[in-house]
Structures are given as structure tokens and as C-alpha cells.
């Protein structure tokens, strides 16, 4: 839009622009955003950054809508107690019920964290945060 009006802008001043407004713009959306579900699903990917391996956490409802998200290098308990933390900080509504898979850290953290919430790890129960990774994977390859 700068290029239409005449106006010559480099690719660092909207990077630049991109991170000094983004925070603003998505703490807006947030206040806007719709009530969102009360079964969250979780999960953790993979991902390869800089050739080495750190693990995207996410945590989705059960329409899909995407809760919160976290990168780490490792996959243990302290970091899905940091994890859920930030997921509850975030979030107004109370779960009704956590869907993960067997991952022992999620059940240690949900212990220490001193929620109730019912905490499901049967097999084929978490496809919708399963879903939720499609985006990235084929972003990875």
C-alpha cells in the first residue's frame, strides 16, 4: 500500500513495524475474541529451528480455536508446568475436561498446578490438537 501512494518502505522497516504493533493488535483480538470451548485438547510437536530440535506446545478447544501456544527446547515436566501456567493465566472460562496424550508430564504438571479439571489420555481422543500441527508440519517441510 506505502509503493501505491508513493512511498518507498524496505522490507526491515515492516519487520520492524510487525513487531513493535502486533503485541497491540493481538491483545484487541483477544478482547474481541468469542467464548471459547470448555474441553481444551493439548499437545506438543517437533519442529526444527535452526537445525536444532525444540518442541511447539499448543492447546486448542474443541471447535479448534487455538488457546495458547508455547516453544521450548525441551519436553519435560518443568516445561508443561510452564506451559499450563501460561495456558491458565490466559484463559476466563474454566475447563470442563483436559484431552491429552500419555505424555507423563502433562499429568505431573496438572497435579502440581492444583487443578481438578478430569484428565482424559485415551488413544484417539486428542485428534483435534493432533489437526491443530497440520499447518506447521507442511510449513516444515
Not at 486448542?60 to 506451559?83: H, M, N, P, W, Y
Not at 484431552?99 to 482424559?120: C, E, F, M, Q, V
Request: with cysteine.
Amino acid at each position: 500500500m506505502p509503493a501505491f501512494r508513493g512511498i518507498v518502505v524496505t522490507y526491515e522497516t515492516i519487520r520492524q513495524w510487525c513487531l513493535k504493533f502486533t503485541p497491540s493488535f493481538a491483545k484487541t483480538l483477544r478482547k474481541k475474541q468469542d467464548a471459547l470451548g470448555d474441553q481444551w485438547f493439548l499437545d506438543e510437536v517437533f519442529i526444527k529451528i535452526k537445525g536444532k530440535q525444540h518442541y511447539l506446545w499448543r492447546a486448542v478447544d474443541q471447535d479448534g480455536c487455538e488457546l495458547d501456544i508455547l516453544l521450548t527446547k525441551k519436553r519435560d515436566k518443568k516445561s508443561a508446568i510452564k506451559f499450563f501456567k501460561k495456558l491458565f493465566k490466559g484463559q476466563k472460562q474454566q475447563q470442563r475436561k483436559i484431552t491429552t496424550d500419555k505424555l507423563a508430564g502433562y499429568k505431573a504438571a496438572l497435579r502440581d498446578s492444583g487443578s481438578n479439571t478430569p484428565h482424559i489420555t485415551r488413544q484417539y481422543q486428542n485428534a483435534i490438537a493432533e489437526i491443530s500441527h497440520q499447518k506447521t508440519r507442511r510449513q516444515q517441510r
